[in-house]
Structure formats: structure tokens, C-alpha cells
């Protein structure tokens, strides 16, 4: 963290020190030209000179900035993702362990970002593969996060990230935290227990590349994930049997979502933005490719108490129980809402309607339905992560009848109907599949 606080002050410093003064850029070739002019005509050239007495006197007094010196400004003004996260454990809101494991993350998010970004140039396949549908995209992410949480032995380590050229030896990733005891990716069938860690058994979930049936289309996609600490009774610390062990990262894993010291997401869009929340509100951090760095650009993000969009997959109505189908055709009645209608913005991409929701307000649904009872969305990766978020930015996260952050997984697929957003529009829908009043 130091070095990278280290790199943002030299090219703050770069900055400042290479910008000449701005008012003898602007001043001095109208001095001359003004000049010129007097030889010519002294009357004219008086009355042509008032304003630029004036310009010339603004310019002393106060020298006009040029956009190299502005942006040098700027950046003075600027928090980064590393020092709002050494004000928090400079307040005692979390702790150096976790910070790391939050900043191997961000710089894993980087990674993929790099990654969506250059999808097309870089494999002509696209990251939705040839395979399958699913394809390396989500595999090539989860593999940076991964990379990011453990610390690899060094004949384990692929070279990719290796301290070894910066002095810190032979398998010590640069970007790796090596603070996590488990890690669950929805990628994965199970759950991993991490072979090597420094200190700290974190439990992290995350979905690596939410959305990538997208990505060919240069459409947003994004990572999500949540940290736990671990269940007190289930240390995997010297366990020897493979099988108890696999049960012991599952029970660490199958945690309540009220259990989550952290939950974020980074969309990959026309900006590559983290958003996330360690349960004291909800900050967003847009990446700045000129220095390398996450920016924090939304602070104390709240979600208005209301808001005229869904987000559905229509296409599944006719799969729908009779209040979910009650509910939707509601929103499109002009005089009940006074005289406009809700408006529909569904990408397919949990993320991208999510940041959507959480800035605009507004619903996103994923619905039970004929076919798929609990809906699409999983409870660990996707639902609980969401509405943490939701609920920390002051909206709600329902699977229409229940708090999601109050289900605990009995398995690590787990899928659960999810309506997160606005707090009243979460409450409307629960009203009507419920059978209940409306909210106030
Ligand atoms: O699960 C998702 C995308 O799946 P994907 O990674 O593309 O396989 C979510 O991001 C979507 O919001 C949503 O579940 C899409 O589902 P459909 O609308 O395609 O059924």
C-alpha cells in the first residue's frame, strides 16, 4: 500500500513541478501585440488596451490555470481506495488484516478489468469462449482473485505477479494478501481451503465475471464478493482428513448474510467502478487508468426511497405466480402513478442493473417461477452480497417474503428469489405478493 501512495505522490509532484506559471503563457504575446499596435495608432490602441489592462491585472493578482495545473490541483483533492482504507483502520472501522484482503481484491479487479477491456483485441473468440457458454472469461477472473487471496508456494506460483524481481522472494505475490482461510467462487463446485496463509482465515465468496454471456457484446459485466470471518467452530487448521475438511470450508462458507464484514462489486463498464460497504454506508471508487489507482468518486452512496424503473426479465411472465404477474402489471398503469408509468431497463447483467438501481432508485428482480422455483440468482455470491449494499445505501434486499440477509445457505449454490432497491418500492412488491396494504 505504501508504494502505491508513494507512486500517486511523484506524479502529483511531476505534475506540479513541470507546469510554468500560467499568466505569462496567456499574457505575454497580447502584451506584444499590443505593443505593436500602440506604435501604430496611440489613440486606438488606448481604448483597445482597457481590457487587456484588465486581463493583465487578473492575470497578476490571480494566475489563470492552465489544465496541467488544475489536474495537479485536482489530485491533491483526491482520495484513493488505499487511504480511505487507512482512515478506516486509523478510526478503528476495520482492521490492517482486512484492509489487505479488501486491496488484493481491488487489485484483482483491476486485473479482470484489463481483461474485459481488451477482450475483443486479445482473443478472437471472445471471453465467452468456444467452449461453452459460461467460457474462460469467468475462470480467467476468478483465477486474478484467487491469485490475489492465497499465498502461493513458489513452485506453485505462475510467475504472473511474483514479488521475486521486487526483493520480497520467490513466491510472494505481489498482489497476493495470503490473509484468507477459504475461498468460494460460483464458478466452483465447492468451496477451497488455502494451503498457506500469513495471518488472518478469512472466508471470501465471490462471483469472478457476473454477466459474461454479455461480454462479446462489449455490454457491462462484474465481480462481485463478500468476506466473513470464520465460523468460530469450524477452524480447518491442521486437518489432516480431506473429507472433514471439505465440510468444515462448506460450514465456514454457509454463513447469514448479516454475518458479512464486507461486500462489494466492480462493474466493468464505461468506467471500471468498485462500489462496497464494511457496514458503515456505501462508497464507489472509479479507476483512474492514468495512475493506476480506484478513486473514490460516490461517497456515502444512499439509494432514493423511490424510484420509477424495474428491472425484470419479462421474458419469464408467463412463468410467474399471479402476484408476481399482479405486481408488474401494476407498474404499468399511468393513473396510478400519476400519470407516468414505470419505466422498464433490464441489461441481464446483475451488476449493471444493480449499480443502475442503487444510483437511480428503482427495483431489480429475479423472481421464483415455474421453472426454476427460488429463481436464478444464488444466495452466496450474487443475493446477500447485493442486498447488504442495498440495505447499507438505506434500501432493501427481499426474496419478497423474507430478509435476505437473514437466510442462512444450506448449501453453497444456494438460489433465492431476490427484489432488491429503493426501500419503498421493495416494500410495494412484498405488499402484493403478501397480500397486504400498500406501504406508505
Ligand atoms: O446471472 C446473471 C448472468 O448470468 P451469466 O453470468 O451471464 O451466465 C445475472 O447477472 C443476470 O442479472 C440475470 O440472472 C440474467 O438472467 P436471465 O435474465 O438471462 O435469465
Redesign the pocket.
Known sequence: MAASIATVSMQRCGAACSTKPAGQVLVVPALRSAAAAFRASPAAAARRAAPLRAVVAQAVAAPAATPAATSAKSQYELQTLTTWLLDLEKNAVIDNELAAVISSIATACKQIGSLVNRAGISNPHGLAGPEN??GRG?EEAGRHLKRGLRKLPAQQWDGAGSGAAAGLGPGVGLAACGRTGVIAS?EEDLPVAVEETFSGEYVVVF?P??????IDAGIS??SIFGIYEPSPECSIEDMDDPEEMMKKCVLNVCQAGNELLCAGYTLYSSATILVLTVGKGVYGFTFDPLIGEFILSHPNIRIPDKGKIYSF?E??YQMWSEEQKKYIDSLKYPEKWGGKPYSSR?????????HRTLLYGGI?G?PGDAKNTN????LLY?CAPMSMIAEQAGGKGSTGFQRVLDIVPEAVHQRVPLFCGSKWEVEYLESVLQGKPEPK
Not at 465475471?209 to 454479455?214: E, T, Y
Not at 429463481?375 to 444464488?378: A, E, F, P, Q, V
Open positions: 457458454g459460461a469467468p460460483e462471483d465475471l457476473d454477466g459474461s454471456s454479455n459485466v462484474g426479465n421474458g419469464n433490464y441489461i441481464g447483467s446483475l451488476v449493471g442493473d444493480f431489480y429475479y429463481g436464478k440468482l444464488r450474487e
